[in-house]
């Protein structure tokens, strides 16, 4: 019950930042980016670290994933040919109502690499 209201949670969180209208390209990295915070801190710090470039208790570091990467890793539960996961586990769940979020998710998780 509670991963039901995280995840409604999480989608109203991430439906209340896509309303916004940008006209420029710098401000839609921004937002692009500020989307991807909001779903990266109401879902993914469950199991990955407050920062993203640190491992988690139970996911590792993800601060500079791609979008192919996420994708795949979050409706398909698969990788990229030739990548090779961080940890063997197969622990993280399907998060296929996010696919759609990727490119933000991916935008705040670049900015994040190397901080």
């Known amino acids: 019950m509670i991963w039901k209201r995280r995840r409604w949670l999480g989608v109203a ?10 006209s420029s390209g ?3 990295t921004e937002t692009a980016a500020s989307r991807g915070e909001a779903i990266y ?3 993914c710090i469950t ?21 192919q990467l996420l994708r795949l890793k979050l409706v ?3 990788y990229p040919p ?3 996961p961080k940890r063997a586990s197969k622990l993280m769940p399907n998060f296929a109502y996010l696919e759609a979020y ?4 991916a ?9």
């Open 13 to 22: 969180a991430i439906l209340c930042l896509t309303s916004a209208n940008c």
């Open 47 to 67: 199991c990955h670290a407050a920062d993203p470039s640190q491992d988690g208790n139970i996911g590792p570091a993800i601060a500079g994933s791609s979008q």
């Open 102 to 105: 990727s490119g933000d998710l």
């Open 76 to 78: 398909k539960s698969s």
């Open 82 to 84: 030739g990548y090779t």
């Open 107 to 115: 935008a705040f998780l670049q900015e994040s690499e190397g901080s």
């Open 41 to 43: 801190r109401s879902v």
């Open 26 to 28: 710098e401000v839609e």
